[in-house]
């Protein structure tokens, strides 16, 4: 259903977006969709924060947990599934809410030109991956030079996919994101950012997911996954990390810091790339904030919303009506 208003919820891990998106499914009549490259894999509810039955509070959920995690996926398989379970959630009369901090993901899903278009050649990724980081990023700079200052170095994933989009169409990545931004978008989308004014309260809630984690049995679900080092799943923060520790190539205790490290530069790059697109409105939390707070607020932009009137009634109708009950932000 093109052209169709819908929701999204995007920010940082461990902001608390899943909680909101939850919070104004219920006041708004909506269905939350995910937007995460691996909350889409089972078995790995826990270091994925797949949101449970009970913090999903009976208020239907997809894009979760569908796929075994040996399976590849890519966003260009998740935009026709998603453009196919929104136009389901819309002609049910509900209002679809993407929820997740794949950025990428949401992106290609709303654009009309997008890379989602563009196939994947398997031979060439297979050799592409055996190339270094260095390799990658010298051809890169030789014919998308724009799309190369965009790219970390590390971030292997973007630059084997940059380079693979040039060789097959001869056309750089960054050449079609302009043709992307210049179509209209698929679907209307009034986007909410979610940040921290203290960026310290942040990482101190991304280090209490990790303990929680721990906690909750993490390491003894990455035991059980037996997960193939090139897999894409096995990439996913935590996987690695307690995957070295399970080889005995280092100790519980770093392998934990080190995910909590790795979380916290996740979420720097989330905010980075967010922060570039301006239809997304940020938010700033606070330590004291609850998921009611931020609901109502949230609640009172949309329902002024004017050029948004699908939604902005929705929540017209709703607002004055909001519950006080308070629930601690997660």
Not at 27 to 46: A, H, N
Not at 236 to 253: D, N, P, Q, V
Request: charge should be neutral; proline fraction near 5%; include cysteine.
């Amino acid at each position: 259903m093109q052209n169709a208003q819908i929701l999204a919820v995007v920010g940082p891990t461990a902001s608390g977006k899943s909680a909101l998106a939850v919070a104004l499914a219920k006041r708004l009549g909506g269905e939350v969709l995910s937007c995460d490259s691996m909350q889409i894999y089972m078995g790995m509810p826990i270091g994925t924060a797949q949101p449970t039955e009970i913090e999903m509070e009976n208020i239907p959920h997809h894009l979760l947990h569908f796929l075994p995690p040996d399976i590849p996926f890519s966003c260009a398989d998740y935009v026709p599934l998603a453009r196919k379970t929104a136009d389901a959630v819309l002609q049910r009369g509900n209002l679809p809410i993407f929820c997740g901090g794949t950025g990428l993901y949401l992106d290609s899903m709303l654009r009309q030109c997008d890379l989602a278009q563009i196939p994947t050649d398997e031979a060439l990724r297979t050799h592409l991956m055996q190339c270094s980081s260095e390799e990658l990023m010298a051809e890169l700079r030789e014919v998308d030079a724009r799309e190369a200052e965009k790219i970390h170095p590390n971030n292997r994933k973007r630059l084997v996919r940059a380079v693979e989009i040039y060789r097959l169409t001869k056309i750089p990545k960054s050449e079609w994101d302009a043709r992307s931004q210049a179509e209209p978008p698929y679907y209307r989308a009034l986007v909410v950012g979610l940040d921290y004014a203290d960026r310290q309260v942040l990482y101190c809630r991304i280090d209490q997911r990790v303990d929680r984690m721990m906690e909750a049995g993490l390491l003894e679900e990455v035991r059980a996954l037996h997960l193939p080092e090139n897999s894409t799943a096995a990439q996913a923060i935590g996987y690695k990390e307690l995957a070295a520790y399970l080889r005995g190539e280092t100790t519980l205790s770093d392998a934990c810091a080190l995910i909590k490290q790795r979380s916290r530069n996740y979420a720097k790059r989330q905010l980075t790339w967010f922060s570039h697109h301006k239809e997304v409105h940020f938010f700033s939390l606070s330590e004291q904030d609850t998921v009611t707070t931020v609901c109502n607020r949230v609640m009172r932009w949309l329902s002024e919303q004017t050029d948004f009137p699908a939604i902005a009634s929705r929540a017209q109708a709703v607002f004055a009506n909001s519950s006080s009950q308070s629930t601690t932000f997660q």
